[in-house]
């Protein structure tokens, strides 16, 4: 089973997108630019995400 782990490696600001594409098996990339777009329509995307920031713990440097 897949946790939901911030990555240590691949990420751009906070590692959320990178956290959801892991556990999803999607690309990164995929993810980052479904928000960008989720961002060109009204609503709550900047604080999910800085929610999911503070909620989604980092990666450990031993799960590496």
Do not use: D, H, K
């Amino acid at each position: 089973m897949n946790t939901l782990y911030r990555p240590i490696n691949g990420r751009i600001i906070g590692g959320v997108c990178a956290a959801l594409a892991q556990r999803f098996g999607w690309s990164p990339t995929t993810v980052r630019i479904l928000f960008l777009l989720s961002c060109l329509l009204p609503g709550p995307q900047f604080i999910a995400y800085i929610a999911l920031w503070i909620l989604i713990p980092s990666e450990s440097p031993a799960r590496v």
